[in-house]
């Protein structure tokens, strides 16, 4: 009897307590979904099984000056100061850049990309619908000719710290300023030329000279108005100020006389008297053959912007094709001592009538004069 009247009771009690149990576990779901966005819910699906799919669209907004790593994947990036890209950039939504944007690598984006600010790119962007660049952007210059800079404002340029520049037909002026490597881009308007400030490293020129020549090309190209070019001869100018240039192509298309140079005990000497040493150089095969006063020789080069690297020549063997040199005399070892000079050389420079070798420490090893026709 006592069973019969408690028993209902007790199981009313435990049915309530379960009913509680449920609607609070139910409470604590639901605020669970409303404290995590849907895209973190569906990021943390993905990792927990790998046979739900979920699509996570998220914006990242970089720092100042914050680096993204290589080969990171975003489906939208709004950048408000500077992005620097040191790897490879994969936007698939819409990049948006209000400040500066650097990539060294591979740029990929598959939306819309807009830069307000400047964009430099050195490695290779793609993009497969469009790009908006409402201030300047530069991606790699298109090849051109390569010049050297001969004048400065009516003063002959600095041997030994070559300035170089390729004028792109896409807009850019790069090469070397004698110390640093440098990057500017310029625009047309009818016959005026505008040139923006360059960018440049920040390496310390061994020579004081070297650096006050660099800081006034740098600082001249930004009053250039006008680029004439004229054969083989380039002339940057605008109000006050001139730059002149002769292309390297001139090397290909000139032979060259030893004026002077330096001998195995580190003295600057001309070359005896009724002696020749000359010196043909094929830019296009990269190759250097002559006289060297008793014998010819011949050897390969490599050239880089104002980089020279001259293998070890061949002589051709005594008793042919020779001069009548006698073995050991003074005209045979300097001879010698002018081959032995040749792979020494790292940096080349020409002027408006000399041709000139350094050596990595931008001692001048060899000075060339056009010969005559």
């Known amino acids: 009897m006592r069973w019969a009247i408690l028993g209902p009771i007790i199981g009313f009690i435990l049915l309530y307590f379960i009913l509680r149990f449920a609607v609070n576990q139910f409470r604590a779901d639901t ?4 404290e995590f966005p849907t895209a973190t819910l569906q990021e943390v699906a993905i990792n927990a099984s790998t046979e739900m799919t979920a699509t996570t669209t998220s914006t990242t907004t970089e720092a100042a000056g914050e680096a993204v790593p290589a080969a990171e994947a975003e489906t939208s990036v709004v950048v408000t100061t500077t992005e620097t890209v040191t790897g490879t950039e994969v ?7 209000t400040g500066t944007e650097i990539v060294t690598g591979t740029g990929g984006i598959t939306g819309t990309e807009v830069v307000t600010g400047t964009e430099i790119v050195t490695g290779t962007e793609t993009l497969t619908t469009t790009e908006t660049v409402s201030a300047t952007e530069v991606v790699e210059a298109v090849p051109g000719t390569v010049w050297v800079m001969t004048s400065l404002n009516g003063e002959s340029a600095l041997g030994g710290w070559p300035v170089i520049s390729t004028v792109g037909a896409d807009g850019s002026i790069t090469g070397s300023a004698g110390c640093n490597y440098y990057n500017a881009s310029y625009t047309t308007e009818g016959d005026t030329v505008s040139v923006a400030v360059p960018t440049s490293t920040r390496m310390i020129c061994a020579s004081d000279a070297a650096m006050a020549q660099e800081t006034a090309f740098l600082n001249a190209l930004t009053k250039v108005t006008t680029i004439d070019e ?27 006389l030893v004026s002077e140079f330096r001998n195995e005990t580190g003295e600057m000497v001309t070359p005896l008297a009724d002696s020749a040493i000359t010196a043909n150089i094929d830019l296009k095969a990269q190759q ?3 006289l060297n006063g008793c014998a010819n020789y011949e050897g390969n080069f490599t ?10 020549p061949v002589v051709t063997p005594a008793g042919t094709e020779t001069l009548a040199c006698e073995p050991g005399g003074d005209l045979d070892l300097q001879g010698q001592a002018y081959i032995a ?6 940096i080349f420079a020409l002027t408006n009538d000399t041709l000139q070798f350094y050596d990595e420490n931008h001692e001048l ?3 060339y004069v056009p010969a005559e026709e």
């Open 365 to 367: 090893m060899i000075s």
């Open 230 to 256: 004229q054969d083989v001869r380039l002339t940057l100018s605008g109000p006050d100020v001139e730059i002149t240039f002769v292309s390297i192509d001139v090397l290909g298309t000139t032979s060259w």
């Open 91 to 97: 936007v698939t939504g819409t990049e948006v850049v």
């Open 341 to 346: 000079a040749l792979p020494d050389a790292r």
């Open 288 to 290: 250097i053959s002559g």
């Open 303 to 312: 050239l880089q912007n104002d980089l020279v690297i001259i293998d070890a």
């Open 31 to 34: 605020l669970a979904l409303e």
